[in-house]
C-alpha cells in the first residue's frame, strides 16, 4: 500500500483509497471503487466534499482567499484584460496573443444579431416577466436554429456553438429588459466592442443613441470578469450535470441560467439591495435587527451577500469591488446611501462572533449590485448581468467536460429513509 493512499476501515475491512494529486491545492481519495468493494455509498449533503470532476480552469484557495483562471490571479486579469480575452482563456486555456484576440472579437462581434423571427419569442413573454427567465428561456430557443448546435461532433461545431453563445447572450438580454419597459428592441451594433454593444442595445433608443463613457465600458468589463468562472458551483455543476447526459451546450447552459437565479446563487445580487434598500426604507430594519434576524436559528432570512461554501476568508473578488464601488461613484459624480449602508452592515457583521466563528465573509455580490446601480442597470437585471459574465465558465466546463475521457452521466446515488417493502392494499380497502 502506497503510504499516500488513503484506508478505510469498515468493521474487519481495510480498504484503500488511492489518492489522486491536484496540480495545487488539496489532494484527492478516489471513491470511485468504494461501492463495488465495500457495500457501501458515501453521504455528503451539497456534494461538500466531493470532487465531480478533474478540471483545468480555475483554482480556488478558500482558507487564504485567491482566485486564478489558468494560473492567472484575478487581480491581474481584472486590471490587465478585458472580457474577451479573459472568455478566451477559460475556454481555450491560454491568454490569446494579438493576433487571436483579433480574430475572436471579430468572429464575436459579426455573430451578435439574433434570427429575427425570435422577435415573436420576447414579445409573447408577459411585461413583467424576469428578465432570468426570459434569458434562460431564449438560450434554449436559440438552439432550435442551429440543427448542428443540437448534437455537434467535430471540434469546429463546438468551436462555433461557443462563439455564438457568447455573442448572443447580450443581445437576448438587453431585448429581455426592453420587453420589460416597453420600448422597441434595439439592434446590435458590429462596430461597438461587446461591452459598448451590450450598453448600446440596452440603454438606446430608436430615436435617440447614447453616449457610451469609456469608464462605464471598463468597470462593466472589470465587473463581467470578475464573474467569468469560479469552479464547481451550483450552476456550473448543473451545466455538466446537464451536459453530462450529452445535452447540447445551449439546453446545459439555459438549465445553469435557472441554477444561478435562485437567491442562494446569483440571485443574491439582486436580494442584498433590496436587504439595503429595506434597512434604508423601514424605520424598523435596521443595521442591528438585519444581524439580529441573519443569527436568529428560527428565522431564515440570511445576511445575503455574506457567507460562501469556498471561501473561509475574504472573497478576492469582494474585496475588488469593495475599494471599485467608490471609484465608479466617484466617477460617476453621484453617492449612493445603499453603499453606506453596506459597509456598516459589513462592519457590523465582522465584529460579530456569530459571523466570525462561523468565517462567514462578504462574498462577490455584496458590493456588485451597488456598483450596477451606479452603472444605471434596474434591479431585475443585476442577475442577468451575472450570467452574462459567467458564460465563458459554463461553456468552458460544458467544453471540457465533453472532451474528458473520465466523463460519465451524473448520477449520485442516495441514502434511502423510506417505507420498507410492504403488502399493496387495493383502493376499496384503504
Ligand atoms: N447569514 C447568516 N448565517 C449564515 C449565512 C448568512 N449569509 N451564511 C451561512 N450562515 C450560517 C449558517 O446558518 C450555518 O450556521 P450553523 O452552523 O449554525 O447551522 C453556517 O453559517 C454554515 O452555513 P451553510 O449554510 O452550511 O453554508 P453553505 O456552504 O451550505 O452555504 C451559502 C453557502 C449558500 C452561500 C450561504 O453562506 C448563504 O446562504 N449566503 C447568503 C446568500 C448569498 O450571499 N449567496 C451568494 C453566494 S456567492 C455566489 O453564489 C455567487
Given at each position: 500500500m502506497s503510504e499516500s493512499n488513503g484506508t478505510l476501515s469498515i468493521g474487519e475491512a481495510s480498504i484503500e483509497l488511492p489518492r489522486l494529486e491536484a496540480t495545487v491545492g488539496q489532494p484527492a481519495l478516489d471513491i470511485s471503487r468504494l461501492r463495488a468493494d465495500s457495500g457501501h455509498i458515501t453521504f455528503d449533503p451539497g456534494f461538500a466534499n466531493t470532487a465531480g470532476t478533474r478540471s483545468a480552469m480555475t483554482y480556488i484557495d478558500g482558507a487564504s482567499g485567491e482566485l486564478r483562471h489558468r494560473g492567472y490571479?484575478?487581480?491581474?486579469?481584472?486590471?490587465?484584460?478585458?472580457?474577451?480575452?479573459?472568455?478566451?482563456?477559460?475556454?481555450?486555456?491560454?491568454?490569446?496573443?494579438?493576433?487571436?484576440?483579433?480574430?475572436?472579437?471579430?468572429?464575436?462581434?459579426t455573430h451578435t444579431m439574433l434570427n429575427e423571427e425570435m422577435r415573436s419569442f420576447f414579445d409573447a413573454f408577459p411585461r413583467r416577466a424576469h428578465p432570468m427567465a426570459v434569458l434562460s428561456s431564449a438560450t434554449n430557443a436559440i438552439s432550435t436554429f442551429y440543427d448542428v448546435y443540437r448534437r455537434p461532433t467535430r471540434s469546429i461545431e463546438?468551436?462555433?456553438?461557443?462563439?455564438?453563445?457568447?455573442?448572443?447572450?447580450?443581445?437576448?438580454?438587453?431585448?429581455?429588459?426592453k420587453k420589460s419597459i416597453g420600448e422597441p428592441y434595439i439592434y446590435p451594433d458590429n462596430r461597438l466592442s461587446y461591452v459598448e454593444n451590450f450598453l448600446h442595445m440596452m440603454f438606446a433608443r430608436p430615436v435617440e443613441d447614447v453616449v457610451i463613457d469609456p469608464a462605464?465600458?471598463?468597470?462593466?468589463?472589470?465587473?463581467?470578469?470578475?464573474?467569468?468562472?469560479?469552479?464547481?458551483?451550483?450552476?456550473t455543476a448543473t451545466v455538466r450535470s446537464v451536459g453530462s447526459s450529452r445535452a447540447n451546450m445551449?439546453?446545459?447552459?439555459?438549465?445553469?441560467?435557472?441554477?444561478?437565479?435562485?437567491?442562494?446563487?446569483?440571485?443574491?445580487?439582486?436580494?442584498?439591495?433590496?436587504?439595503?434598500?429595506?434597512?434604508h426604507d423601514d424605520p424598523d430594519a435596521t443595521i442591528q435587527s438585519t444581524i439580529a434576524r441573519a443569527k436568529d436559528p428560527d428565522d431564515d432570512f440570511?445576511?445575503?451577500?455574506?457567507?460562501?461554501?469556498?471561501?473561509?476568508?475574504?472573497?478576492?473578488?469582494?474585496?475588488?469591488?469593495?475599494?471599485?464601488a467608490e471609484d465608479i461613484l466617484d466617477r460617476m459624480s453621484t453617492t449612493d446611501p445603499l453603499l453606506e449602508i453596506a459597509r456598516e452592515l459589513e462592519a457590523a457583521a465582522l465584529a460579530d462572533d456569530y459571523f466570525a466563528s462561523r468565517k462567514l465573509y462578504p462574498n462577490v455580490d455584496f458590493y456588485s449590485g451597488t456598483i450596477?446601480?451606479?452603472?444605471?442597470?434596474?434591479?431585475?437585471?443585476?442577475?442577468?448581468?451575472?450570467?452574462?459574465?459567467?458564460?465563458?465558465?459554463w461553456i468552458g466546463n460544458w467544453m471540457e467536460m465533453n472532451t474528458d475521457p473520465e466523463t460519465k452521466i451524473i448520477r449520485p446515488r442516495q441514502l434511502y429513509v423510506g417505507e420498507p417493502a410492504r403488502d399493496f392494499v387495493p383502493l376499496e380497502n384503504r
Open positions: 490571479a484575478i487581480e491581474d486579469l481584472a486590471v490587465h484584460c478585458n472580457f474577451l480575452e479573459v472568455a478566451y482563456l477559460l475556454m481555450y486555456g491560454k491568454l490569446p496573443n494579438q493576433a487571436e484576440l483579433a480574430v475572436w472579437e471579430h468572429d464575436i462581434s463546438i468551436d462555433a456553438g461557443a462563439r455564438t453563445l457568447i455573442a448572443k447572450l447580450p443581445t437576448i438580454a438587453a431585448w429581455a429588459y462605464v465600458v471598463k468597470a462593466l468589463n472589470v465587473l463581467l470578469i470578475l464573474h467569468a468562472d469560479h469552479g464547481q458551483n451550483c450552476s445551449f439546453t446545459s447552459v439555459a438549465a445553469g441560467m435557472g441554477a444561478l437565479w435562485g437567491p442562494l446563487h446569483g440571485g443574491a445580487n439582486q436580494s442584498v439591495i433590496e436587504m439595503l434598500q429595506e434597512i440570511r445576511l445575503m451577500g455574506f457567507g460562501h461554501r469556498v471561501y473561509s476568508n475574504y472573497d478576492p473578488r469582494a474585496r475588488i469591488l469593495s475599494s471599485f450596477f446601480r451606479a452603472l444605471g442597470f434596474p434591479l431585475r437585471m443585476f442577475t442577468v448581468l451575472f450570467a452574462i459574465g459567467r458564460s465563458p465558465g
